[in-house]
């Protein structure tokens, strides 16, 4: 069997947001746990050996939880923040359509700048999947409040609704500097020519 490998994109984008999911979902199923002042016993069962088999788990959590972090983000997100602006941008039609092209001609003549466009992917990943995790922990909070009947919990809950919105601009952020700097690139080797007519200036 083939070393497991994990790479940039697996670190930032799965395993970080699972392993804060992971930890998340076992604080609030844990019974014994009902303060904060709880919280450095159950780190201290932590054991290595939970860490090694809670990678994979977590690795598994995270690569879902990006599924959900992308519906968050497009569907939900970027139409609250259009409907809070005045003079929205004009959203771009079929960006699925424009970008695989896009990477089509990155992937053949643009080699030595993929990294720098995948770092730029991973932590737009980063930013989506946290703000996923943040969605999730802000009713866990409410879910242990109501369990335990502990005021802490309910006071944390905003924290994890402000780090929703935090989190979902940064990614938003991190798209923006992915598509300037792959039409940047496009640009200076002179490949928007070889796209098809209709996806050479999308707006």
């Known amino acids: 069997m083939d070393k497991l490998r994990l790479d940039f994109f697996d670190i930032l984008g799965y395993l970080i947001p699972g392993t804060a999911l992971l930890l998340s979902l076992w604080v609030a199923a844990d019974s014994s746990i009902y303060t904060f002042a709880d919280l450095y016993s159950f780190v201290c069962k932590i054991t290595a050996n939970t860490l090694l088999s809670g990678v994979v788990v977590a690795y598994v959590m995270g690569f879902t939880l990006h599924l959900l972090g992308s519906f968050l983000f497009a569907y939900v997100y970027l139409r609250i923040k259009r409907l809070w602006q005045k003079n929205p941008p004009k959203v771009r039609e079929k960006r699925a359509d424009y970008v695989a092209h896009y990477w089509a001609q990155l992937r053949e003549h643009a080699t030595k700048h993929l990294p720098m466009l995948d770092r730029w992917q991973a932590l737009k ?74 996806l050479q200036s999308p707006e």
């Open 125 to 198: 990943a980063l930013a989506t999947n946290l703000a996923a995790f943040s969605l999730i922990a802000f009713f866990l909070c409410l879910w242990k409040g109501f369990k335990t009947q502990e005021d802490q919990w309910f006071q944390l809950s905003p924290l994890f609704l402000l780090l929703y919105f935090s989190y979902s601009n940064r990614a938003q952020k991190f798209a923006e500097y992915l598509d300037g700097d792959s039409k940047a690139v496009l640009e200076a080797l002179h490949l928007t020519e070889q796209l098809p007519a209709r």
